[in-house]
């Protein structure tokens, strides 16, 4: 699963990675975050239509366009597995795909020394920013633009700390992902090229566990300090 995530380096840095061409998206700045928790408000890229690329903002827990009130259940993360079949997904997989801009999640482990909660933060080499293959969707009824991050089966390096993991695309596949055109029959194959296996991990405080303290964000460079283990 993918339950909080960070995107702490300059716009600059992001926007590398995608074609944005709107003004406002070119000179975007978005304050870093350390600790994104589902239902914040985040920045993701749809396609645009000129063939560029566009940023919009949603709520991190998707809310299909069907939906009648605020879903209970959780869906800040999409199985690949039921991805295409879900209700709740399946609309979105077929026609309304995103890219979400990070630099690291969060996964934990359970301490054998007191039985609490290890968080561990996951990025690429260098902390190089990447997109997670994501859905999204507006719902005219609440009006509320949502999105969710796809997960599948964790393979190494990640599957040392957990059995589950956050899709990263491969940056050749954005295009073909994002082109609402592209037949559904080829999506599974787009999602096989993901670079998860460039991952790297490392521990860092339980401070990160709580997603806000006295209803304030937990949010500052400090949660992402790696902690010497003994």
């Known amino acids: 699963m993918c339950g909080r995530y960070t995107r702490y380096l300059p716009w600059s840095e992001i926007h590398r990675l995608y074609r944005l061409t709107a003004p406002a998206d070119v000179g975007r700045n978005d304050a870093p975050r350390y600790n994104i928790a ?10 645009a239509d000129d063939g560029n690329h566009k940023v919009r903002a949603g709520r991190w827990w998707l809310v299909p366009f069907w939906a ?5 259940a959780a869906m800040f993360n999409a199985r690949i597995e039921t991805v295409d079949t879900t209700s709740a997904f399946r609309d979105a997989f077929k026609s309304s795909r995103c890219l979400i801009p990070a630099d690291g999640y969060y996964e934990w482990t359970i301490s054998p020394a007191d039985g609490k909660r290890d968080p561990w ?7 190089a920013p990447f997109s997670f293959a994501g859905l999204w969707a507006y719902n005219s009824n609440l009006d509320v633009t949502s999105c969710t991050i796809i997960t599948q089966p964790s ?9 589950r993991q956050p899709l990263i695309l491969n940056p050749a596949y954005y ?3 994002l082109d609402p055109r592209t037949p559904v029959s080829d999506l599974r194959d787009i999602l096989r090229h993901d670079i998860d296996g460039e991952l790297q991990f490392y ?3 339980r401070d990160v566990n709580a997603a806000a303290i006295n209803k304030q964000p937990n949010d500052h460079s400090g949660l992402i300090k790696p902690i010497v283990l003994l």
């Open 203 to 205: 521990r860092v405080g």
């Open 38 to 47: 589902p239902t914040d408000e985040v920045p993701f890229i749809t396609a």
């Open 121 to 127: 933060h996951i990025c690429q080499p260098d902390h």
């Open 155 to 163: 393979a190494a390096p990640v599957n040392q700390v957990h059995d």
């Open 175 to 177: 295009d073909a992902w």
């Open 68 to 72: 009648k009130e605020m879903p209970k």
